[in-house]
């Protein structure tokens, strides 16, 4: 497993894997947008030369939002969901970001003890913020 800086040439196998990982995935347009823009960092987790995670974050100035953040369901529960996000968090901080903020759905338990974990703390809930209306979980961590 490597994971390594996410590349113009990734958009395709991010889009399936975002579809896989989603009921309301991201269009292609939509991250294929987000990822060119200049405060975006992305990075991929990669297998036997197939890319099998991926994390997006926008970040201006001293915060950032992860935006995009899955692992194949072939590869979960292996640790590497969390390094994926260790590995952002220190791109992050090496871009001068000290909060890092995210939305969760409330039923997706396990990411949000995945974020838990790594030390984000639940500083808000919004209210039918998804668009089968369920709510969200604002998280943040300090780094
Ligand atoms: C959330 C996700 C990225 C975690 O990746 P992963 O590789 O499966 O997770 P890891 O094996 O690295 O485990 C990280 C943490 O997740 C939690 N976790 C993982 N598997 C779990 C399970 N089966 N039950 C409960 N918690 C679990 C634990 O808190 C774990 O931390 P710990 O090892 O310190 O206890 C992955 O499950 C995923 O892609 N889910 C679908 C997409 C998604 O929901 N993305 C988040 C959108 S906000």
Redesign the pocket.
Do not use: M, P
């Given at each position: 497993m490597k994971i390594r800086f996410w590349e113009e040439r990734d958009l395709s196998a991010v889009a399936d894997l975002e579809r896989e990982?989603?009921s309301d995935p991201w269009s292609s347009q939509a991250i294929e947008e987000t990822a060119k823009r200049q405060d975006f960092i992305g990075l991929v987790l990669e297998f036997q030369g197939e890319v099998v995670?991926y994390?997006g974050c926008l970040f201006a100035f001293d915060q950032a939002d992860?935006l995009?953040?899955?692992?194949?369901?072939n590869?979960?529960?292996?640790?590497?969901?969390?390094?994926?996000?260790e590995k952002a968090l220190g791109v992050l901080k090496i871009n001068q970001v000290q909060n890092v903020f995210?939305?969760?759905?409330k039923s997706?338990?396990?990411?949000?003890?995945?974020?838990?974990?790594?030390g984000f703390k639940e500083i808000a809930e919004r209210k039918g913020y998804y668009s089968d209306g369920e709510d969200a979980i604002i998280m943040e961590k300090e780094i």
């Open positions: 990982c989603f995670g994390v992860i995009l953040i899955a692992v194949s369901k590869h979960r529960g292996k640790g590497w969901g969390k390094t994926l996000l995210l939305e969760v759905r997706n338990l396990v990411a949000r003890s995945c974020y838990a974990g790594r």
